[in-house]
């Protein structure tokens, strides 16, 4: 192990040319993208050592984001503006540095402190109006029990706790496919808990609840076709005959937010 | 000289929107694969760029994305200011099927825009299975899938890659098809097609004949076909016509244009030791095959084995002096951030300058993982490969005996012996690798059953001699391929085994391999008979491989996707068998459809060859021993440096720590194993007086050749540095 000398938290965003990389891809390119910038990065231990290099927390395939967050460890200190260079250097298509700052060496690791996250998105096939009266609901029910799938096991949680905020508005106009009709398009925008200890919450889930709601299927997979099966209702559909499945199209993770950013207004925040 | 600022063009096409390509990416797998984005990748100003090729590699990204080959070109193209180069891969089925339903066209990775909106696709064809995905990827980007379909408009689709020594089963779908290697000739197509106008996009005349869509080019097709067939090593396959005989025998070629010429050789860069292109290498967002970083440090290869065609074909041989090749190892890392580079080659333990160029990577860029393609059976390759990776993983050690019993492996040229396959085996469990693979082949020409169980008796031997250094830990994997005739190899005339006898070889191999640690693996011979008979084949395939692609064939080259009775059907319906073209014996007074196509070696001497491999005669590696006289010089123009001097050593600089003799002779010579080589990596040896020239370079290139008495200087000189001499 290479010893610490520095450690910069990194605020990152990534656009449509890096959109498709699954985490794993994105710790690839990220390290290919310090060896091309010769960034002193240190090292883990180990028989096959890794730069040190920590994501706040894995960004799925397929989803934009504006506001990540990363911790690296170098093993000589850079300036502030040195880094930044070098990040440009070697960063690829895609990605952007919106902001860094020098950290503690031994502050807590970053994954803990998550607390929430936003995600903003536009649902296909779905008029406004409509979503507006399934996020109601939605936001009315004491609890919202979903089954989510770990390997061969169902697991039954309720998604109503990690969900802070949920708004329906208009559809970003650059996200409307041509041919789409624009009253069928919608834009969704939601806070959910995001948190080690607390559990996460899926914008997809939450999508698929909506869907349920309103009687309609939903490709709830985003990005990653692996497992873009639809899902159809799960309750006695009264209306999805005939319907096309809720469609996400570019899905955002806006923001990762700090525990201490965000501090304690969120426990038991029902935005309305 | 045509002014700067691109082409004056009427058609302009937009890219597809990205509202659009979400939607479908949104419903594939690996959609990273069609997305683009990649390090290296290059997005040019389409308005402002004279002529637009696009690579379509017909198999997957992660095939395609490792092979060097698009690496290369796609630099060589996009350096050119006034040149662009795209690329495509083949859609898996969920994207084909996404695109279908959405009715959106194929489109380039870098500025989606529709195949059928670029004046040139290049295509490369390495396998013949990859042959269905043409038709995939044409249709799929609205381009005609046959010469005679397409419109004045489309691009000029244009193939070249390893299978083009015999495109005839693929003329129909091939405006033209480039023989050899590409870096000069897609140069050469470029201005010769920029220079005549097919870049330049006019308005169709109101009431023309025959001007089909709203656009044409600056010059018809058939003139620019007639263009393209002036440039040596390109060839048009419509300009020739085939005769057969009522047997269904290939009779002949008639020319249909005088600017067709009667012979075609393939091309050969012309500056591969001085100049290396690809060093801006694409890097992927996802993980591909080959994923790592290459180096080609050799091209061309001596060795004569009669079953391949890469080998018999890519000569003559030509090394980078190891200061190009080392600097272009550095750059290219540099360039693209890995920390794995191959040393690639079709042999790479046989480049003179291996050793040096590993050592001297390692020093200058500690860290770097350093990969070659190891399946050469000498000791000289374990310690090769042991000294790139210390320490490194112990998982399997590879390599090749082809063939079971020596009386076989003459027959194909493969010299090695039973005793050389013993030791590699054992100095590659000595240096700590527990599991050994081993490459053979079934089928060979002259095989016989015996020989077949030999495969087992070599197989259970090394497996003894893992299990002493290792016990129960020891592991040997047999690796069972068909054998599959090559086009242009002594082997060209010998037809491949019937189902029954292969499957009758496999079963008593099966049988007699049957011991704890020993694995076999096998692959289905059906996919080999398609490949040998595409491979053997004549222009009566293009319907065949046609009617195979309307009836679902996709993704040949995958097992799961493989489904031989769609092509035997597609053959049936077109009165024709595949074993006729797979299995048969064709004698050699029989014309041969692609006897018009060469890359150098002469007929004459593929005949000799296997007169040779008839008697089981060995044919020398003309890069130790004397040359051959396979004809290459005089039909590429290349001269070659043949060893006939006899074996060579090399005065070289190992590690830090001094200078030592390293002695490179044939693989196989005794000299080359254990003590020489040992002492060559961990003695400080002085270099003689008057041999002291200045590191780095002007010494590794030294070379004496080594008549007796350097060899006796050589052997004192280990002596005195407390090594061994021989083995």
Redo the contacts between chains.
Sequence with gaps: MSEIRQRWRLVFARG???????H??AV??W??????GEIPVATSEGFNPRPKLVFAAPLQ??VLAEHELADVYLSEKLTAPDLRERLMV?L???YTVVDLYDVWVNAPAIAPQLAAADYRMTL?NVEQSRLDGAVARLLAADELTRERRKEAKTIRYDLRPLIFELRARAADP?????GAVPAEVAGLWMRLRHSQSGGSGRAEEVVAALAEDLGLSA?I??????D?ESTGPTSPATESAGRPPI????PTRERLWLAEELGTSLSGGRAG | MRPAGGTPSFHNPESLPIAVVERILNRVRKPGRYAGGEWNSVQKDWSATALKWLFAYPDLYEIGMSNLGLRILYEVLNDRRDRLAERCFAPDVDFESALRSAGVPLWSIETRRPLREFDVIGLSLGFELVCSNVLTMLDLGGVGLTTAERLESDPLVIAGGSIVLNPEPYADFLDAVVLGEGEDVVLEISDTLESIGWNLRLPAEAGAAGAAGEWHRGVTRAAALRALAAIPGVYVPSFYRPRYLAGGRFDGLDRLEDAAPETITGRIASDFETTVHGIRQLVPNLAIVFDRAQIEVMRGCTRGCRFCQAGMQSRPLRERAPDVAIAAAEAILKATGYEEIGLTSLSTADYTYVREVATELHRRRPGTVLSLPSTRVDAFTVDLVDAIAPGGKRGGFTFAPEAGSQRLRDTINKGVSDEEIATTAQLAFDRGWSSVKLYFMIGLPGETMEDVLAIAAISRRVLAMGQRRHGGRAQVKANISTFVPKVMTPFQWDGQDTTLEIDAKVTALRNAMHAKGLTMSWHDATSSILEAALGRGDRRLGPVILRAWQKGARLDAWDEHFDYSRWLVAFAEEGLEPAWYAQRDIPIEEPLPWSHLGAGVSPAFLLRDRKRAQAAMATADCHWGPCGNCGVPAATGFACETGEQGPRILLTKIGDDGLGWQYVGPPGDPRRLGGVVTAAVGANVKAPAGESRGWPYDLLGSEMQAKDAGLKGLASLVDAAGGETTA
């Design positions: 449509e040319d890096a959109r498709y990389l699954s794993l891809d690839h390119s390290e290919r993208a310090f060896r091309r395939l397929g070697g690829p298509r895609g296909l650059d996200a409307v496919p041509p490709t997979s985003i990005g990653d076709g692996e873009s469609e996400i199209v570019r």
